[in-house]
């Protein structure tokens, strides 16, 4: 296997970390943004010690010039970047009668704008070398719809639009464009939500239980294999028959 230098956007929350780990584990040269240095540092201080050795960059994705610059920093830092995880993801949530205009505009900046902002310092390297994975993480919600979360909804179904079109553009170049879209995940922020209301989310998803980061860190690294190079322009679900749209 080639070892190729991977960004994952928001790889220090709880899918990001597993992505960046499971790429680690790969044999990749795994890199991450931030925004907050002493969160971050102690972040990756903690993955040194089990073992990762992973290159953080600041940089808000939501930002067209920090987030080039962030990518010009990885780049120094590790080499040009052949595989790129659009992971970074916020929500705002409220119905949409009672939404503001920032609540709308941060969610589509970070969730959506910043596949813009970081893909397109990438793109033309990928395209040069003839080789380049890129993969959104989408959301069922982006599927299916959520009852207060228009912002969150639109961004996510957005990202499979770029995603679609993207892939045609590059398919020729040696790059892929995929999406996955997982369900309910169990990240730090769904424990906190109280048992019994994960419990009744549990009860509506056939396989009978929420999902494991490291499962949507599986499908990526599926996606970003050396093997996966004719698929290209598919959305993943990952929802445990949560939702079963074809």
Known sequence: MTTRV????GGIGGIGTSICRQLAQAGHRVATNYRDRA???AWQAAQKADGFDF???SGDVSDVAAAEAMVREVEAKAGPVDIL???AGITRDTTFHKMSAMQWQEVINTNLNSCFNVTRPVIDGMRTRKWGRIVQISSINGQKGQYGQANYAASK???HGFTISLAQENAKFGVTVNT????????EMVRAVP????AK???QIPVGRLGEPEEIAYAVNFLVDERASWITGANLSINGGHYMGW
Do not use: H, Q, W
Request: net charge negative; hydrophobic share 55%.
């Open 6 to 9: 991977a960004l994952v956007t």
């Open 39 to 41: 969160k971050a540092e």
């Open 55 to 57: 290159v953080i960059a």
């Open 85 to 87: 995880i659009n992971n």
């Open 157 to 159: 179904a957005g990202m």
């Open 180 to 187: 996955v879209s997982p369900g309910y995940v169990l990240t």
């Open 195 to 198: 048992e019994d209301v994960r």
């Open 201 to 203: 989310i549990a009860a």
